[in-house]
């Protein structure tokens, strides 16, 4: 028995291999097309990738060009010419066009355009918070303290990408309606968090001396 099951598989294996040998004879060039599109997609990608780069190189350095100037007004003007080929350059450009307005003294230019990006909700997390934050900064003599703590409690929510500056912001707030113990406890907390950094750290330490608090919550005692 075990020489007839060997003559069978031998015999089996044999017509296998003829039909595999007649398949790719037949649609051999299935494979060709298959290695062709992998090799190809493959080049597709590669070329893609040095295109987006070599346009983002592009873009960076349009933008040196124009923030070279000294004249922010120029600055400004310089910065409305160039077109971005994606989203999140485009959205960076904004940015910049509204810093260079601002320091050109086009205040309202300035908001409206931060505001825009702050709105726009197909705008990455990040940036639509730092355009808000920007915003309510040089709304600071015009926009009403309330008003203001409003967009700040909403920017101040925690794992937010400006959670702590945006209480510090609060923590000025409470400073300017003459909330001071509410003002040391936010910046104590702001002191005491995760992932403050140093500036951060020395300027939240730097106004509660200013306010006569101590860095630490004081104990009381038993007595």
Do not use: C
Not at 183 to 199: C, E, H, P, W
């Amino acid at each position: 028995m075990s020489d007839t099951d060997s003559f069978i598989d031998e015999v089996t294996e044999e017509v296998r291999r003829d039909r595999l040998f007649l398949m790719l004879k037949r649609y051999g060039w299935i494979g060709g097309v298959a290695v062709a599109l992998i090799v190809g997609g493959a080049a597709y990608r590669e070329y893609d990738r040095a295109q987006t780069q070599a346009a983002a190189e592009q873009l960076g350095d349009q933008m040196i060009a124009a923030l070279d100037s000294d004249d922010s007004a120029a600055r400004a003007e310089a910065l409305s010419q160039i077109t971005a080929g994606s989203a999140g350059g485009d959205t960076v450009l904004k940015l910049l066009q509204a810093g260079a307005l601002a320091d050109a003294g086009e205040r309202h230019a300035a908001i409206a355009a931060l505001n825009a990006i702050g709105g726009n909700g197909d705008v990455p997390l990040i940036y639509r918070h730092i355009a808000t934050f920007k915003a309510l900064g040089l709304q600071q003599d015009s926009l009403p303290a309330a008003d203001r703590r409003i967009q700040f409690e909403a920017l101040a929510q925690p794992g937010a990408p400006l959670d702590l500056l945006a209480r510090e912001q609060l923590a000025l707030i409470d400073i300017e309606e003459g909330k001071t113990e509410e003002a040391i406890s936010k910046l104590r907390d702001i002191i005491n968090a995760a992932t403050v950094t140093s500036d951060l750290q020395d300027r939240a330490s730097q106004v509660i001396v200013a306010l006569g608090g101590s860095l630490q919550p004081e104990t009381g005692s038993d007595g």
